[in-house]
C-alpha cells in the first residue's frame, strides 16, 4: 500500500479567528457538550478540549500589510479575538497536542459569509471585483483529548458537518480554494426520443432524474413525433419540471377510483368545492396564486401561504428549513403584486428526541441533530428577515424518524387593490435578486420521490443554503416598487427555477428568453441548467416597457441585482434562446395542459385495531405530570426564545403568555396596522396520532383544533380562513391514497359546516423512506392552519388564568374519545374512537363563545386538545400563577358513555372536540351564561389562590392535588436544544 | 428655545427595526425621515441638516462575521468623518440592538475619533450562545445620559444572539461606571441584580446600554421601540388598560434633548 501524497496546501491567505484563551468560546463549549453527549452514547473516548476557529480564505495577491489590516479590522475583534494568519501554501501553525476537523463548505455551495466579506473587500478597495469563489470561509474545529482517528470522524460527520454540503478534513490543511464551474454547453442539445420504446423512455426518464411516468413519457414522444423533430434537453427539462408533483399535484388533482366512485380532482371537488360553496366575498384570492388573499381592514388585504420543505430538511435539516422558510416568504412577496411580509408560522415533526442512535436508519441524522438543525435554519433565516415568527407546532413521531415534516408558513399584508396581477406581451421579464448557480438543480423533481439511503449523495445538488439578506434586499425594493406601480405582474423563482417561473407567468400569452442575460454566480453552467436552477433568493416580473428604466433604478439604488432576461410575447410559445441560439421552444398548451391523466386506486382499510375501551385512570396525579412531560405537550420555550417573535412591534399576543412567560398560549395575535386595533390570530392544528385509525377524524379534529385556537384569543369564527399541508406517503399505494380521500372529504365537510373557506394549500407526496425493498410510510399528517380577525384587540384574551375567585367554565361536551389521545399515548395503548366536532353544534358554540369574549365577559380562555381537560387546567393554572379547582362531575357528559366507563377518566383525558375551559369574573358569570345558553356549558370550578391544582372526581373524592410548581417543573424539564 | 428635531434613521440591506423605530420618534414628537445608506453617502449634508441620527435593529450585512461589523466597518469608511462631526456638532446617536452592535464596531462610544484599537468593549455572543427572545427589566443609571430619567425601572424585550457586553480589561467597567457612560442595566424587576435570565446575554455587570461621554451617543441591546402601544407588554391581558408602553419614555427624552 503505497502513502498518500502530501496534501496540497491552499493557494490562499489563511486567516483562522479564535477567541483569545481567556476569553469564553460559547460555540466550543456548546459543541463540546454536544460532542461529549454524543461521545457517551457511541462509547467513543473522550473529548477534553474544542475550539472554534472561524476561517477565511482569501486571495493570494493581497500584501501581508493587507492581509493584517483586514484581520485586525473586519475579521477578528480586538478586544476577544485572536487572529492566526497563515501565507499562500504555508502550514497554519497548529498548538501541539491539537487534533484539527476542518469544515468547508463545498465549492459552489452557497456561502454568503464569503459574500460579504468579499463585497467588503471590494468596497475597501483591497480587491478590484468579487467573483464566488475569491474569499472562502471554513470552521476550524480544535480537539484535544484521547480521541482517536475513528472517534475524530465519527464526531465530524455526526456533530461538526455534513458532507452533503460540506468538505471535511481530519488532522489535514488542504482546504479547497477553486472557483466552482464547470464545463456546461452552452447552446442545444437534441434527446433522441422518437424512436425510444417503454423500457428506454422509463430508463431515459429515471437516469435524466425527469420523474416522468411511462404514460407521461409517452405523451412527449408522441408530441414530438407529431412535431417531426427531437426535443431539446432543454425543453424535455421544462416538461418534466412543469409536470412534476410538487408543480402539477398530480395525484390530489388527477383521477382517483374510490370504492367504486370515480373522483375528478380530489382537491377541486373537496376542498376547493366548499371555499366555492362558501363563496365569500372577502375572500380576494384563493386557489389561484402563491398565497390565498382576503380583505382585512378598510383598503387592507392580508395574504397567507404554508408550504412544506420535507425532503431538502431530511437532508440538510439547517438548509432545508432555511430556504424553506425563505420560499414562502417569496410566495407572499409574490402573492398578487406583492405583500409585505408581517408574521411567519414553523411547524415540525420529527422522530422521538430520546431514539437509541442504533435504531437510527442508515443514511438518516438522529431526531435530535434534525430538530436542532431546522431551528436554526428557521431562526437563522427567520430572524434576518424581520419577520416575527409567531406561531406554530412540534410533534413527535417514530413514523418521522427518517422523513421529518418541516412547514413553513408566511402571513403578508398589502393593499387590497393589488390581490391580483397581469401580464401583458411586450413586458419585459425582468429578474431580481440572487445569482444563479448550480445549486438546487432537480428540487422540484427530487422533492416528488421517495427518500433512500443514497439520497444525500444522489441528490446533493437538490439542496441549498439561503442566503436571507439577499431576500431582504429584494423585499425592501420590491415594495417600493410596487407601491410606485413599476411593474404589473410578479412570481416568485422557486421549483423549477425560471422554467417554472417564466412558464406560468406567460402561460397565456407566450414568452421569449435570453438566457445570456442572466447573471451567474460562476461561469461553467449548461442552457438548461440555468433555466432550471433553484438557486434562491430570485423573482421575476413583468414590467411595461415604459416602466423599465425606473423600475431597475428602484434594485440599483439598494445595490439589488435586477436584469432583463426577455419579454413576454402574444405567441402562445415559449422560446428559450442562448446567445444566437433557440435552445428550447415549447407550445404553452402543451406544456400546462399536455400531460396524461393517470387514473390512481384508492382503498381505505381500517387498522386491525381492537378498541381497549375506556380503562380507569389508576394514577391521576402520575398520568397528569407524564402529560405535561409528554414530547407533544412540553414547553417549547427553548425553540420560541430563539425566534424573534416581536420585531416590526406588531406582536399583540406572543406565543408564550402570563407573568413569566411560560403559559403555552393558543394562538399568536398581530396588529397588522397601527392606526387600527384590529388584529388577526394565527394558529395550527394537527394530531399525528389520530390519522392512522381514522383519517377522516383526524382531520376534522384539525380543523376543529386550528378554530378552536384562533377563537380562544378573541377572533372571530366567521371571518376565520383556513390553509391545508398534506404530507402523506406514496399515493401510488391504494391505502394511502384512501386515507388521503378520507382526510380531503373532511376538509370539505368541516369547512362547509364552519363556513370557514379554505384559501390556499400544498401537499406533500411521496413521504416514505426506503431501506433495501422495505418502505416506511410517515404517519398521515395534515397540518391546519387558521387565520381570524380579532375585532378588537383590546377585548383579546390569553389563556393564563388571571385571579383567584374567578368561576371557571368548561363549554363542549366530552364523550370517550380516546382513540389517539396522549392519555393512550401515555398508557401505551392503541386504537379507540376518535374524536369528531358535532358538526350540528360546533360551529354555533364557537360563535356564542367568541360573543361572550367581544363582549369583555372572558378573562381566560384556553381550548382542550392534547391531554384533554387535566392538561388545559394545568396549563392555565402554573401560566396565571394560579391555584384552580375543578369537579368533574360538574362536567358536561355525553349521554352515550359506555356502561363500564370511567367517567372520571374520560373527564379528565378525553380530547373531545370544540371544548374550552373559559376563566369568567362573578360579576360577569350571568351574562356568560346566557352568551351560551344551550350549548353544553357548565360552571365547573373556580381560580383559588393556594397555588394549587385540584381536580376533584365525580364521587368527590380528590384525584389530583398537585403544587402548580410541580406541573410547570413537569412542563418544563424536557429537551432544550 | 425648542423646535421640533430631525431625526435621520439609516437603513441599510438588513435593517428590520425601521417601521417600529420611525413610528416611536414620531410618536415622541421628532420629524423623521428613513434614509438607506447608498442615499446618505450620496448626500451627506443630510445629517447635518438632523439633529438625531438613528441606526435601528436588524441584521445589517446578516450579521455575517460578527454582529454590526461589516455595517461599522463600512460607516466608518464612507461617512466616518460625517458622523464625527455631527456628534462633535451637538448631534444625538441612537443605536438599538444591531444598531448599538454598529456603535461599537464604529469606535463613537469611545468618542467622534476613537481608532478601533482604542475600543474597550465587544457585544459578543450571549453566554447561552442562544438568540434570546424576551423580556427584561433596565435601570436607568446615573450616567451622562441625563436625557435618561435616573433611577427609572421599566420592561423593554431583547432580542439578540451578541449582546453580552465584554471588556477589555478588568478595570474598565469601573473606568465606564465613574466617566458615567454606564447608561443603562439589566435588573430583576424590583430592580436587584440581574442572573440569568434577567441579565440575558450574561454582559459585564449587567451592563445594557453604554453612552460616549458626551452622554449624546447611547447605544442598548434592549428593544424601546417594542414596547410603546397599548399591547406591547409581555402580559398586558392581566394589566388595566394602558395608554402605551414604557419604551416610549426613552425617546421622548431623546426628541425633547435635541429639541
Ligand atoms: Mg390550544
Known sequence: ?977 | MTSQPTALVLRTAGTNCDRETVQALEMAGARTELLHLNALSAEPRRLAAAQILVIPGGFSYGDYVAAGRILGHELRHRLGEEIATFVEGGGFVLGICNGFQVLVELGLIEGPRAEPSQRRMALTANSSNRFESRWVHLRNERSACEWLERGTVWPVPVAHGEGRVALRSAGDLEALTDAGQVALRYVTADGGEAGYPDCPNGSAGQIAGLCDPSGRVLGLMPHPERNITPFHHPFWTRLPERDEGEGLALFRGLVSAAS
Open chain 1, 1 to 977: 500500500m503505497s502513502h498518500p501524497a502530501p496534501a496540497a496546501l491552499p493557494d490562499a491567505w489563511r486567516v483562522e479567528v479564535f477567541r483569545s484563551q481567556d476569553r469564553p468560546d460559547p460555540d466550543g463549549e456548546q459543541t463540546l457538550a454536544a460532542a461529549l453527549e454524543l461521545g457517551l452514547e457511541l462509547g467513543l473516548e473522550p473529548i477534553e478540549g474544542l475550539r472554534l476557529g472561524r476561517g477565511y480564505l482569501l486571495p493570494p495577491e493581497l500584501s501581508q500589510a493587507a492581509v493584517e489590516t483586514i484581520a485586525r479590522e473586519l475579521l477578528a475583534d480586538p478586544v476577544v479575538d485572536t487572529p492566526r494568519i497563515t501565507a499562500p501554501g504555508g502550514h497554519p501553525e497548529v498548538p501541539a497536542g491539537v487534533h484539527r476537523v476542518l469544515v468547508a463548505p463545498q465549492p459552489g455551495v452557497m456561502d454568503p459569509v464569503a459574500t460579504a466579506v468579499g463585497r467588503a473587500l471590494v468596497r475597501d478597495g483591497h480587491l478590484a471585483e468579487y467573483s464566488t469563489g475569491t474569499v472562502a470561509t471554513f470552521r476550524a474545529w480544535e480537539l484535544t483529548g484521547a480521541v482517536d482517528r475513528a472517534g475524530l470522524e465519527t464526531l465530524g460527520r455526526r456533530l461538526l458537518a455534513n458532507e452533503t454540503i460540506d468538505t471535511l478534513r481530519f488532522d489535514s490543511e488542504d482546504l479547497p480554494y477553486v472557483q466552482p464551474g464547470g464545463s456546461g454547453h452552452r447552446g442545444s442539445v437534441e434527446v433522441p426520443l422518437r424512436a425510444l420504446d417503454d423500457d428506454a423512455l422509463l430508463a431515459l426518464s429515471r437516469e435524466g432524474q425527469l420523474s416522468l411516468d411511462l404514460a407521461e413519457m409517452q405523451t412527449v414522444r408522441d408530441h414530438y413525433a407529431a412535431l417531426g423533430r427531437e426535443p431539446s434537453a432543454l425543453e424535455l427539462e421544462t416538461i418534466a419540471q412543469t409536470w412534476s408533483e410538487h408543480c402539477k399535484h398530480k395525484t390530489l388533482c388527477g383521477l382517483i377510483d374510490f370504492e367504486g366512485e370515480r373522483i375528478d380532482n380530489l382537491l377541486r371537488s373537496t376542498i376547493g368545492a366548499a371555499t366555492r360553496t362558501i363563496d365569500a366575498p372577502w375572500c380576494l384570492s384563493v386557489f389561484e396564486d402563491n398565497a390565498g388573499i382576503v380583505e382585512f381592514e378598510g383598503d387592507q388585504a392580508v395574504c397567507i401561504k404554508v408550504e412544506t420543505h420535507n425532503h431538502p430538511s431530511a437532508i440538510d435539516p439547517f438548509g432545508g428549513a432555511g430556504t424553506g422558510i425563505g420560499g414562502v416568504i417569496r410566495d407572499v412577496l409574490g402573492a398578487g403584486l406583492g405583500a409585505e411580509p408581517i408574521a411567519n408560522i414553523d411547524a415540525f415533526f420529527v422522530g422521538p428526541l430520546d431514539l437509541p442512535a442504533d435504531e437510527v436508519p442508515k443514511g438518516t441524522m438522529h431526531p435530535r441533530r434534525i430538530l436542532r438543525g431546522v431551528v436554526d435554519g428557521v431562526r437563522q433565516y427567520g430572524n434576518c428577515m424581520g419577520i416575527p415568527t409567531v406561531t406554530g407546532g412540534l410533534w413527535h413521531h417514530k413514523g418521522y424518524t427518517a422523513n421529518p415534516l418541516v412547514y413553513a408558513g408566511t402571513v403578508g399584508l398589502m393593499p387590497s387593490s393589488m390581490a391580483h396581477k397581469q401580464v401583458a406581451a411586450g413586458d419585459a421579464i425582468v429578474a431580481v435578486g440572487g445569482r444563479t448557480g448550480r445549486d438546487g438543480i432537480h428540487g422540484a423533481t427530487f422533492s416528488s420521490i421517495e427518500l433512500s439511503e443514497h439520497s444525500e449523495t444522489e441528490s446533493s445538488h437538490a439542496v441549498q443554503i439561503g442566503d436571507p439578506i439577499t431576500e431582504k434586499g429584494v423585499l425592501d425594493t420590491l415594495l417600493r416598487a410596487r407601491d410606485a406601480g413599476l411593474y404589473r405582474g410578479i412570481t416568485d423563482c422557486g421549483a423549477g427555477g425560471f422554467s417554472s417561473a417564466v412558464g406560468e407567468m406567460g402561460e397565456h400569452c407566450g414568452a421569449d428568453v435570453e438566457l445570456d442575460r442572466v447573471p451567474l454566480k460562476y461561469p461553467g453552467l449548461s442552457s438548461h441548467e440555468v433555466w432550471i436552477s433553484e438557486a434562491q433568493e430570485r423573482m421575476v416580473l413583468s414590467v411595461p416597457p415604459e416602466k423599465l428604466e425606473a423600475c431597475l433604478a428602484v434594485f440599483a439604488a439598494e445595490d439589488v441585482e435586477a436584469v432583463v432576461i426577455g419579454h413576454f410575447t402574444d405567441t402562445g410559445k415559449l422560446v428559450v434562446r442562448d446567445g444566437d441560439e433557440v435552445v428550447g421552444e415549447l407550445d404553452m398548451q402543451f406544456l400546462h395542459k399536455g400531460n396524461p391523466r393517470t387514473v390512481r386506486q384508492a382503498a381505505w382499510v381500517a387498522p386491525d385495531v381492537a378498541d381497549p375501551g375506556v380503562p380507569t385512570s389508576t394514577d391521576p396525579q402520575a398520568e397528569l405530570l407524564a402529560l405535561l412531560a409528554h414530547p407533544n405537550l412540553c414547553s417549547r420555550e427553548w425553540i420560541v426564545r430563539q425566534y424573534d417573535h416581536e420585531v416590526q412591534g406588531r406582536s399583540a399576543i406572543k406565543p408564550m403568555v402570563g407573568p413569566a412567560g411560560d403559559g403555552p398560549g393558543d394562538a399568536a395575535v398581530i396588529q397588522p396596522l397601527a392606526e387600527s386595533t384590529r388584529g388577526l390570530a394565527l394558529a395550527v392544528g394537527a394530531n399525528p396520532l389520530q390519522g392512522r385509525l381514522d383519517p377522516w377524524a383526524m382531520a376534522a379534529a384539525g380543523i376543529d383544533e386550528a378554530l378552536r385556537n384562533v377563537v380562544s384569543v378573541g377572533a372571530d369564527p366567521e371571518r376565520a380562513v383556513l390553509l391545508d399541508n398534506f404530507s402523506w406517503g406514496n399515493c401510488n399505494e391504494p391505502d394511502r391514497l384512501g386515507s388521503l380521500v378520507l382526510a380531503a372529504r373532511a376538509c370539505h365537510d368541516v369547512a362547509l359546516a364552519f363556513r370557514a373557506p379554505f384559501v390556499s394549500g400544498k401537499d406533500s407526496l411521496n413521504n416514505e423512506y426506503r431501506v433495501g425493498d422495505r418502505t416506511l410510510s410517515i404517519p398521515p399528517t395534515l397540518l391546519i392552519t387558521a387565520m381570524a380577525p380579532v375585532p378588537d384587540l383590546r377585548r383579546a384574551v390569553t389563556m393564563d388564568l388571571k385571579r383567584a375567585g374567578n368561576r371557571l367554565y368548561l363549554v363542549g361536551e366530552t364523550a370517550a374519545d380516546l382513540g389517539g389521545s396522549h392519555w393512550f399515548d401515555v398508557l401505551g395503548l392503541d386504537g379507540g374512537r376518535v374524536p369528531r366536532p358535532d358538526l350540528e353544534r360546533a360551529p354555533a358554540q364557537m360563535r356564542a363563545l367568541h360573543g361572550a369574549i367581544a363582549a369583555g365577559r372572558v378573562r381566560a380562555c384556553h381550548d382542550l386538545s392534547e391531554g384533554g381537560l387535566a392538561v388545559a387546567a394545568a396549563e392555565m393554572a402554573f401560566a396565571g400563577r394560579c391555584g384552580a379547582r375543578v369537579a368533574l362531575g360538574s362536567v358536561p357528559l355525553a349521554a352515550d358513555l359506555p356502561g363500564a366507563a370511567d367517567g372520571d377518566a374520560v373527564a379528565l383525558f378525553s380530547e373531545s372536540c370544540t371544548r374550552f375551559l373559559v376563566e369568567v369574573e362573578p360579576d360577569h358569570a350571568a351574562g356568560f351564561e346566557q352568551a351560551l345558553a344551550g350549548f353544553p356549558c357548565a360552571s365547573v370550578g373556580e381560580v383559588t389562590d393556594d397555588g394549587r391544582l385540584e381536580l376533584l372526581g365525580r364521587d368527590g373524592a380528590t384525584l389530583v392535588d398537585l403544587d402548580v410548581e410541580q406541573l410547570r417543573q413537569a412542563h418544563t424539564g424536557g429537551f432544550r436544544g
